[in-house]
């Protein structure tokens, strides 16, 4: 009741309110929820190692002094043959694509540590970039924290940017020095990059400041000001040569699952917002209902436990949803499966995978809901 009333009152805006929407894409299981979280500062978007855990658009928000930003978090940008097997709606689909439309700012999010995909931009997300070369671009490597050979993501950046950002030509070098007492130090320097800290908007791209050394290379390139993201204008016709995007305004580099340089990403954030109304009250962290945020919990856990594509075939059946007289939420679920096998996977043996998803999306749903919560979870055969 409380969140409905929150999300349905008028915004207590400041008397000159910023606003930004930032869309996260990227390819599935990127980072891009556990990424949101962070910037949150609360896990309210659900995180799984496989694929297409993050099903519909939920919206985060975070509300700093007089600027608010609208976190667009998005499903995992997929074609219609893998949303076929995966057993998606077709939201999940269109889903990104609205996003890009209501957003300010675009973050792309490359996992950096899968060698397979983190040297180009899947076809599906430069699709997008350049349907929408209005909206202002940003690259974000994500899990550098992963990577042992961290001269990598000097090629890496570059394959991805085209070796240009901000309209500028991308200039990196090599410091051979390294400090050998710590492997996360930095063997990097980006060489048009002014640190974070000192960038107001619209500082000039040139300056030959050398990129802080900090936790290593998890901290971020900020690459210049504004800028115009001039550059070859590529056009749709032109995305089967494409690796990567020439027109990005700026690097970050950080490891959101340790939330290591988020902190200097969310600054950024925030200095790029622009004078408009708030959508939300400042007390608002979601646009979800905590139903929605329970589902996608323990959906979390079951797809954490369940093998290859069973979980996909669970459906979530809410039997008990109230308030005990000390404060503790009792939720009582059930999860449909297609087979008795599947509820067998789901049970486990003695009942130890069941009582582990409960267990712990308990816990997760404690720290949402900042109150005690019970759950338990019944499995049953679909009838």
């Not at 979390?300 to 039997?319: A, F, I, R």
Request: one cysteine or more; hydrophobic letters at 35%.
């Amino acid at each position: 009741e409380e969140q409905k009333r929150l999300l349905e009152n008028r915004p207590d805006q400041p008397q000159k309110p910023k606003v930004l929407r930032i869309a996260i894409i990227g390819a599935p299981n990127a980072g891009k929820s556990t990424l949101s979280n962070q910037l949150l500062g609360r896990k309210v978007f659900p995180v799984s190692k496989k694929v297409h855990t993050t099903r519909c658009k939920a919206r985060g928000v975070i509300t700093h002094q007089d600027t608010q930003l609208i976190i667009l978090d998005t499903p995992g940008l997929t074609n219609p043959l893998k949303a076929k097997r995966h057993n998606l709606d077709e939201a999940m689909l269109t889903d990104p694509w609205d996003s890009m439309k209501h957003a300010d700012l675009v973050l792309v999010l490359v996992d950096v540590s899968d060698h397979w995909t983190r040297n180009s931009l899947s076809k599906e997300v430069l699709k997008c970039l350049s349907q929408f070369p209005h909206i202002p671009s940003v690259l974000v490597l994500n899990k550098v924290d992963v990577l042992k050979k961290k001269f990598l993501l000097l090629e890496i950046a570059t394959d991805l940017t085209e070796g240009i950002v901000n309209g500028k030509k991308l200039e990196v070098k090599s410091a051979l020095k390294q400090d050998s007492s710590s492997s996360a130090k930095s063997p990097l320097h980006i060489t048009q990059a002014s640190p974070p800290e000192s960038k107001v908007p619209g500082s000039p791209f040139g300056q030959e400041n050398q990129a802080q050394e900090g936790s290593g290379l998890d901290r971020s390139s900020g690459v210049g000001g504004a800028g115009t993201g001039e550059g070859p204008n590529h056009g749709p016709k032109d995305l089967k040569d494409m690796k990567g995007w020439p027109h990005f305004q700026e690097i970050f580099m950080l490891a959101a699952l340790h939330g290591e340089e988020v902190d200097t990403l969310k600054r950024y954030l925030l200095m790029q917002a622009k004078p408009g109304p708030w959508e939300f009250h400042s007390d608002v962290l979601t646009n979800q209902s905590p139903q929605e945020i329970c589902d996608n919990i323990i959906r979390e856990k079951v797809l954490e436990y369940l093998p290859l594509e069973v979980p996909y075939g669970v459906t979530q059946v809410t039997d008990i949803w109230e308030e005990g007289e000390c404060g503790e939420l009792l939720i009582v679920q059930s999860l449909l499966v297609p087979r008795e096998s599947h509820k067998r996977m789901l049970i486990g043996r003695g009942g130890k995978v069941i009582s582990r998803i409960a267990r712990e999306a308990g816990q997760d749903l404690m720290n949402a809901f900042l109150c005690d919560v019970r759950l338990k979870l019944k499995v049953e055969v679909k009838g």
